[in-house]
């Protein structure tokens, strides 16, 4: 299994990234997906997450701002990010929105710094 995230990179707060993760290995259209983020030496959090069937859901501290949606078809999970605070600098995942434990494998993530 393979979970590639990209699209990350240095931007003002106020400005906006978009994350791609494209998975491999898994029968990606039957997984319910996530978003996640790590602040270094914090535990990595869930942002955003989609079902198979497509519902979304957010962490309230992103509600408003992120918009999480998938392609099946491309085996590919996305996070458009606007209005990007300091506070959302981490390094960001994406996995399957499953118990720690039952997850796949973690990627390498990408990283997201927002200046001030």
């Known amino acids: 299994v393979q979970l590639q995230a990209s699209g990350g990179g240095l931007v003002q707060a106020g400005g906006s990234l978009r994350l791609s993760c494209v998975a491999s290995?898994?029968?990606?259209?039957?997984?319910?997906m996530g978003w996640y983020r790590q602040v270094s030496g914090n535990q990595r959090e869930l942002v955003a997450s989609?079902?198979?069937?497509?519902?979304?859901n957010y962490a309230d501290s992103v509600k408003g701002r992120f918009t999480i949606s998938r392609d099946n078809a491309n085996n590919t999970v996305y996070l458009q990010m606007n209005s990007l605070k300091p506070e959302d600098t981490a390094l960001y995942y994406c996995?399957?929105?499953?118990?720690?434990?039952?997850?796949?494998?973690w990627g390498q993530g990408t990283r997201v710094t927002v200046s001030s």
């Open positions: 989609i079902t198979s069937g497509g519902r979304a």
């Open positions: 996995n399957t929105d499953r118990p720690p434990g039952l997850q796949q494998r």
């Open positions: 290995g898994i029968i990606f259209n039957i997984h319910d």
